[in-house]
């Protein structure tokens, strides 16, 4: 098989990033229009919508809990959304990050304050470049945020990893596909605790302790720019009600 | 869709027992926080199996069982045999468990036992090519969960290992594109031996091997796969609580002077 390169000989990824470098991210709140709240994220390639419904009363009956909402949560990946395609039957892979995103998710709401109801998110990945459970992380916390529901705090996700010996932080599909480790992490900056945290692959103790800092780290970075992308939503907002308020009151005739 | 379970039947009042004992320091069994219960591993109880063990962890019991089957390979590895994890969660081992496709629970079980064989490369499965692209060996590990009294990954990490340790083929050539089986058997090709161990943290303790009581009143767990040269080779959090950065570090440190012990253990019991 044809020998990979994933670092340069000055250190640089194939994508010309530093090792602890991420991608470039975009996010974007409440972009649908029935959903109680929703975002975008494109973090590298991938694109990733996130939409939550609720509070709302559980059904079928039997789901709902006496002392809390129940929490339920989807992560699905297009057809189209890798080099060949996916079939769009639920994976294994699917439905065990479904189970983990929303372990993720939950310690951040309030799920107390709305007994018998479920507050349902949904996560869906148009295109996927590596890194997609955190990216829907990300885009899930702000669409929940956007719904309106009582958080503590919001949750970012990203991942660090192992290319040819050295840990950098938020791989590439290509470096996801061959490089040593992946670590995927989602993390709440204010309380300082994990939500999130898997890996797969082989990593020294020291290894993965300065895996955890750089993915700890890059997380708190999303989380900036999450509040940003809250505040460009609501910013607006506020400023359109401000119009409104100031316009001159329309005439009334006599 | 995944969701948020049903709390356990536990009374308030005996969780309460579980959580303050263990505040203390101590076990309702009267282990140490970081003691295994005992733990009893027979190799080889399913002589229809190419491999089979069978794990006792205190009351938990679990039975793996390794089938080797011809197969395609998948495209990207041509070359490679195939290695495939699931779990079983029989109805008769617990109250909750219910008959029917496997739940996320197991899902995520099978998968994270999967892991840990896969990444740690455990078994050599360039050596199960037949005719590549083509036809190569298809090694099934089932993990039969019998009796849930907690802790069931690190039951099953190691019921896995002990069957794959255990399993025998017949050693063969190849003609024409197809296995010629020997009388002569042989081990399966091992390289490495995971072990998975996982922290529970139950309010601010963390212990290990919970059994399901203790369980049942946890905030999270961390399951951490090491290798024979302890790297770490998967992890995976579960529940609805979190850790700091802080706790997964030393989690992953004692898992790895932990994972040793167990290892010697499965491995001791191979002739």
Do not use: W
Request: proline share 5%; hydrophobic share 40%; glycine share 6%.
């Amino acid at each position: 098989m044809e020998e990979v390169r994933l670092l340069d000989k000055n250190g640089l990824r194939v994508d010309g990033r530093r090792l602890d470098e991420l991608r470039p991210l975009k996010l974007e709140v409440g972009i649908l229009d029935k959903a109680d709240g929703s975002a975008y994220i494109e973090h590298g390639k991938n694109k990733i919508l996130a939409a939550v419904y609720g509070p709302r009363e559980a059904q079928p009956r039997h789901i709902a809990l006496a002392d809390r909402a129940v929490l339920r949560c989807r992560y699905h990946m297009a057809p189209f959304s890798t080099e060949e395609r996916k079939s769009p039957a639920p994976s294994r892979r699917e439905l065990e990050l479904s189970k983990v995103i929303r372990e993720a998710l939950e310690p951040s709401i309030m799920s107390e304050y709305f007994p018998r109801a479920t507050i349902d998110i949904f996560i869906e990945v148009l295109q996927a470049d590596a890194g997609t459970r955190c990216a829907g992380i990300t885009a899930a916390s702000l669409a929940l945020a956007d719904a309106g529901i009582p958080m503590r705090e919001l949750v970012a996700g990203c991942a660090a990893g192992k290319v040819e010996g050295k840990v950098v932080l938020d791989l590439s599909d290509l470096e996801d596909k061959k490089g040593d480790a992946d670590l995927p992490v989602a993390f709440m900056p204010k309380s300082n605790v994990i939500g999130l945290l898997q890996m797969d692959g082989s990593m020294t103790e020291d290894e993965f302790k300065q895996a955890l800092d750089m993915a700890v780290d890059a997380c708190r970075r999303i989380y900036e720019m999450q509040r940003e992308a809250l505040r460009q939503k609501y910013h607006l907002v506020k400023e359109e009600s401000e119009a409104k308020e100031e316009a001159p009151a329309p005439e009334v005739k006599q | 869709m995944s969701l948020t379970h049903q709390h356990s039947p536990v009374a308030k009042l005996e969780q309460r027992t579980v959580v303050d004992i263990i505040a203390k320091g101590k076990r309702l069994d009267e282990r140490g926080t970081q003691d295994y219960r005992p733990l009893t591993i027979t190799l080889g109880i399913i002589e229809k199996a190419n491999g089979s063990a069978q794990v006792y962890l205190g009351k938990t019991k679990v039975v793996a069982g390794v089938k080797v089957e011809i197969g395609t390979p998948f495209q990207d590895t041509p070359n490679e045999g195939i290695l495939t994890v699931n779990a079983e969660f029989v109805p008769m081992a617990s109250p909750t468990f219910e008959a029917g496709p496997p739940d996320e629970n197991s899902i995520e079980l099978a998968r994270v036992v999967d892991r840990g064989i896969r990444e740690s490369k455990a078994i050599d499965l360039s050596k199960l090519c037949i005719d590549p692209g083509k036809k190569v060996f298809m090694v099934f590990v089932d993990i039969y969960i019998l009796d849930h009294d907690g802790n069931l990954i690190d039951a099953a990490g190691m019921a896995a290992l002990g069957a794959l340790v255990s399993a025998k083929m017949h050693e063969f050539d190849v003609k024409n594109g197809a296995p010629v089986f020997k009388d002569k058997i042989m081990p399966l090709p091992m390289k490495n031996y995971p072990i998975a161990i996982t922290a529970t943290k139950i309010e601010n303790s963390i212990i290990l091997d919970p059994s399901l009581e203790e369980e049942q009143v946890m905030t999270c767990r961390l399951t951490v796969t090491t290798d024979k040269d302890d790297r770490v080779v998967a992890m995976q959090k579960g529940g609805l609580g979190v850790l700091t950065p802080d706790e997964a570090k030393q989690i992953v440190s004692t898992a790895i002077s932990k994972s040793r012990d167990l290892r010697s253990k499965i491995l001791s019991k191979v002739n």
